[in-house]
């Protein structure tokens, strides 16, 4: 079945630590997205692609790193110069060429606590 | 710039009694709006989009949404509620030319009384 990918689900890091988030597709969609969530404040964007190779900064970029190598795959780093990286990230892609309804399709996410 | 405000942190409803959940937007263009749903520990589940024409949309589950231009809201609706729809609730905007980059609100929880 077609789907998006987050590896791990649960995940501890000590303070000062990068740490790589995985996000992996085989809907074949063009662009990907990364974002934040933590209570009471929705979902924020960190980053996000729409081709290979090309990555644009969400509102909530600082701290964090991404890379777009191949289309299937857009990996996030959470740098040690996040200040508050414990929260839920949710990974999603979409279809940009003709048929594009908007929508987005998320991945289960990950959780990331810093001890 | 686009924002979504969704006024009822949580809300408390018994089964079988009906539910609106409010949302708000604002947009300078023509905007593309949707509804997910969300179980603890789970990613979005989309419920329904509105995108043009109609202005009620139906969805999955049995909800539905009106979309009011003139009050900018986009309401959820479903007639019923079961144990099964306790979970938080996403409204967001956006659109095409934005890269379908999508705007959420805050949520709503929802708990669902026996």
């Known amino acids: 079945d077609g789907g998006i990918t987050q590896s791990p689900k649960y995940l501890f890091r000590k303070e000062g630590q990068n740490v790589t988030l995985s996000c992996e597709q085989n809907l074949n969609h063009d662009a990907m997205y990364w974002y934040r969530q933590d209570p009471g404040q929705g979902l924020r964007l960190i980053y ?3 081709i290979v190779n090309d990555f644009q900064k969400g509102d909530i970029a600082e701290g964090y790193s991404v890379s777009r190598e191949k289309k299937e795959s857009f ?3 959470v740098t040690s110069a996040q200040k508050n990286p414990t929260a839920f990230y949710l990974c999603a ?3 940009t060429g ?4 908007g929508e987005l399709f998320f991945g289960e996410g990950s959780r990331l606590t810093v001890l | ?12 409803v018994s089964e079988g009694a009906s539910l609106e959940l409010r949302c708000n937007y604002s947009y300078g263009a023509t905007p593309y709006l949707f509804w997910y749903v969300q179980s603890p520990g789970q990613g979005l589940q989309l419920l329904l989009k509105y995108f043009s024409g109609d202005t009620l949309v139906q969805g999955i589950k ?3 949404a009106e979309f009011k231009r003139s009050q900018s809201s ?3 609706r479903k007639p019923s509620v079961h144990w099964s729809d306790a979970a ?3 409204c967001a905007v956006g659109a095409l030319s934005a890269g379908n980059m999508l705007t959420f609100g805050g949520g709503t929880r929802l708990m669902v009384k026996p």
């Open chain 1, 48 to 50: 996000y692609s729409q």
């Open chain 2, 74 to 76: 986009f309401n959820l």
């Open chain 2, 1 to 12: 710039a686009q924002s979504v405000t969704q006024p009822d942190i949580h809300i408390t």
């Open chain 2, 62 to 64: 049995g909800f539905e």
């Open chain 1, 98 to 101: 003709g048929g594009n309804t």
């Open chain 2, 88 to 90: 938080e609730y996403f």
């Open chain 1, 75 to 77: 990996p996030l780093t």
């Open chain 1, 93 to 95: 892609s979409t279809h």
